[in-house]
């Protein structure tokens, strides 16, 4: 699978953006899907997670503000990012962990392949 994220940008705190990432490949609908998000010095960071059949599941800072969702007829998935803080200003990086597997898995290594990322900055 290939992916390619899009769709940072600059937003002001409390403002709203939403991150599609388009994926290549046969194979896309039969896996779990991710988003990480990396801010400098600091390690990658799992956002949310969503499973072939649409379960999700989020991290902790983001649970109640963003939502995760998939659209696997057009191989796409998306992550809303509302209510943005300025802590939220990281590159963020979409990930699917592979075909064998059927479950999310919040560590980084637990997926085979990534997108590029795509750099979000909140201001205050």
């Given at each position: ?28 609908s039969g896996n779990v899907m991710a988003w ?89």
């Amino acid at each position: 699978v290939q992916l390619q994220a899009s769709g940072g940008g600059l937003v002001q705190t409390g403002g709203s953006l939403r991150l599609p990432c388009a994926g290549s490949g046969r194979s896309f609908s039969g896996n779990v899907m991710a988003w990480f998000r990396q801010a400098p010095g600091k390690e990658r960071e799992f956002v949310a997670g969503i499973g072939r059949e649409g379960f999700t599941s989020y991290g902790d800072s983001v649970k109640g503000r963003y939502t995760i969702s998939r659209d696997n007829a057009k191989n796409t998935m998306f992550l809303q990012m509302n209510n943005l803080k300025v802590d939220d200003t990281a590159v963020y990086y979409c990930a699917a962990r592979g075909s064998s597997f059927t479950t999310i898995s919040r560590s980084r290594h637990g997926y085979a392949y990534w997108g590029q990322g795509t750099l979000v900055t909140v201001s205050s």
